[in-house]
């Protein structure tokens, strides 16, 4: 009789305290959903401002969340970016500005966290570029193997990979998502990384129930008036507009589940879109991408903030949100003060990189273009190691856009700004842009007397980032003979 009383007072007790806990948060871990786009420029979501582009899903998310106009991958590419967003390391840290090198395994990522602490890790959709290469040469993936780089399967309690683009690949996205929480176990929250395809090149040339007119499009001022580019711009917006349809279809299927309210959605591209000075480039367009947070409970609806993100600032910012400890090993800087609308040390600076890109020798930037940045809130600084290359836009080269511009430009009818912006050659060593005077990066202001004391102060801070990280790139803080 005694026991069954003190198990019964137990068991009071432990009610008693669940309750007092989820009264403070403690147990509320929240579900956890990030979504990411594939090459795509904050530029391209109608809540960003641009007219053409149709992504009536998306903004309305952005309505009901908060939406970061200051967020910087910290590469130009998918695969040291999306390393960035799990380990909260720079590229450079991580030893992958190779673009087919995975993290060293020894690096936590957040979702290693996440598992420890009783939640169910999942990723689907977009080939996930964490495992470097897809098919690399057979030797490369046995030193990989040997070496301790095949580790993704058990870093992931579920694993679906599926193509998105097109009709058949949107008609699988709310079935890959019930399938993955169906295989969640009882009462474990989730994180479920969910990639999609779109806007990544290889664009529709149609898309049922929507088209754009080529000619009454508004072309960024970065583009050339050429019919090519014009229709390259048409297919892109196309995909930017499947990659609509395919997030209301995963937002629709999360509300039917009951989850809205409990789960955090975090909305961001994973490098610039490959059109002209974006993928590939250090500018605005190649590192600049869409972030848009939604947190039930925590964000207020429809609002925007300026606050310099870095993709290195994913994982801590998902770990606060969750309650749990962040590691050692990650340098980001959590904004999740920013969700709440509350001041906090926001970061000053981002840095951002470039490597190599693909597997081919260099003859342009298309393939390797060894370059570093730094970004405030008013000015980016560019520093070009290998000046001497001339430029290609990365998966563009070669593609009927890009070789309109070569012609035009052979036969002397490009504008002198595009002609500037595209056929420099040698590039500057050097380039130093006013972010507010100077959206679209035209004038560069470095070598210049009136910016000298700025740029030298720029150079300063990125030679003492390399050093931090252990670049190999000779330092830009050098003298000149």
Known sequence: ????????????????????????????????????????????????????????????????????????????????????????????????????????????????????????????????????????????????????????????????????????????????????????????????????????????????????????????????????????????????YELDLGFGILMEALEKRGLKENTLVIFMGDNGEALLRGKGTLLNHGCNVPLVIRFPGVTQAGRISDALISGEDISVTILEAAGLPIPDSMTGISFFPALKGKTYDERKLVFTERGTHGSSLPTTTQHLDLSRAVTTHD?????????????????????????????????????PVHEKMYFSHPRPLFELYDLKNDPHQINNLAGTKEFEGLQSELIITLSKWMVREGDYLPLPLFRRR
């Not at 991958?73 to 590229?91: E, H, L, N, V, Y």
């Not at 980016?380 to 563009?396: E, F, T």
């Open 1 to 240: 009789m005694q026991t069954f009383l003190n198990r019964g007072v137990k068991l009071l007790l432990q009610i008693a305290c669940v309750l007092i806990l989820a009264q403070v948060g403690v147990l509320a871990k929240p579900n956890i959903l990030l979504i990411l786009s594939d090459d795509h420029s904050a530029s391209h979501l109608g809540v960003y401002g641009t007219t053409d582009a149709v992504t009536p899903n998306l903004d309305a998310f952005a309505a009901e969340g908060v939406r970061f106009d200051r967020a910087y991958t910290t590469a130009p590419q998918c695969a040291p970016s999306r390393a960035s967003i799990f380990t909260g390391r720079s590229p450079v840290a991580l030893g992958v500005t190779r673009f087919t090198q995975p993290a060293p395994k020894h690096f936590q990522f957040f979702t290693d966290v996440l598992r420890d602490n009783g939640y169910f890790v999942g990723l689907t959709g977009r080939y996930h570029h964490l495992r470097g290469k897809m098919r690399p040469h057979p030797e490369v993936m046995k030193q990989m193997e040997e070496s301790g780089l095949i580790y993704i399967e058990d870093r992931f309690d579920y694993i679906h990979v599926e193509n998105t683009k097109g009709e058949s690949g949107l008609s699988k996205v709310a079935g890959s998502f019930t399938d993955f929480l169906d295989a969640e176990p009882d009462g474990a929250p989730f994180f479920l990384y969910y990639g999609f395809n779109q806007p990544h090149r290889g664009w529709p040339e149609e898309v049922r129930g929507i088209d754009f007119d080529p000619g009454k499009l508004t072309l960024p001022f970065r583009f050339p008036d050429l019919p090519e580019v014009r229709e390259d711009y048409r297919q892109f917006l196309l995909s930017v």
């Open 379 to 415: 000015y980016s600084l560019i520093y070009n190691a290998l000046y001497q290359l001339p430029y290609a836009p990365v998966d563009m080269d070669g593609r009927f856009a890009w070789t309109a511009l070569e012609r035009a430009q052979a036969a002397g009818k490009l504008d």
